[in-house]
Structures are given as structure tokens and as C-alpha cells.
């Protein structure tokens, strides 16, 4: 069955025994988590791609830790995880592009 979202809540589900979402014990509750509201995953995406964009152009921001990450991201070590693999591979493109000549350093 598809697990409530809110039955672990606080709260607690608003529906009860007619919500059509699966209210019992789950080996693994934590799996069951909000997806952000498209505001922030729009926010999310801008400022990932001006903070690419900052690391295409100068990728020695990454290597001397002259890059400030949002505080939401900072905070999550997941998603910090995540964001640094991830301009850690804008940052190898970027070298690779002045390693062939293809754009000043």
C-alpha cells in the first residue's frame, strides 16, 4: 500500500479511517517524506545555476573554498553532498575546456 504521508505526523492524518493512503506500521517510516513546493525547487534551480555558473567561470572557487553555499544547503549534509559533487564536476568540465584551449583561464 501507498504510505500516508501525515499519519506519523504530529498532527496526525486529517482524513482517519477514509483516507485512502495506508496508515499502518511501515518497516521504514522515514521513506516517507514532503517533496518541496515548486517555489522552492524553482529557487533551488536558480541558485544552483548561478553558483554553476560562478564555477564555470573561475573553477578555482571550488578548490579554495572562496564559494558560499545557500544556508539551506549548508546545513543538509546530504544535500551539500550532492551540490558539491555536482560542481565538482561543472569545475572539471571548466578545467578541461582551459586544459584544451578552448577558453581562458
Do not use: W
Not at 7 to 31: D, I, Y
Not at 58 to 72: F, K, S
Amino acid at each position: 500500500c501507498r504510505p500516508c504521508a501525515f499519519a506519523r505526523s504530529p498532527a496526525g492524518c486529517k482524513f482517519g479511517v477514509s483516507c485512502n493512503f495506508c496508515h499502518l506500521v511501515t518497516e521504514h517510516p522515514e521513506l516517507v517524506r514532503m517533496r518541496p513546493c515548486k517555489g522552492k525547487r524553482e529557487r533551488f534551480k536558480k541558485a544552483m545555476a548561478a553558483i554553476e555558473q560562478r564555477v564555470a567561470e573561475d573553477p578555482d572557487l571550488l578548490v579554495n573554498a572562496g564559494l558560499t553555499l545557500p544556508a539551506y544547503v549548508d546545513r543538509n549534509p546530504q544535500v551539500k553532498a550532492r551540490v558539491m559533487a555536482q560542481l565538482a564536476q561543472v569545475a572539471a568540465e571548466a578545467y578541461r575546456g582551459i586544459s584544451e584551449g578552448l577558453r581562458s583561464p
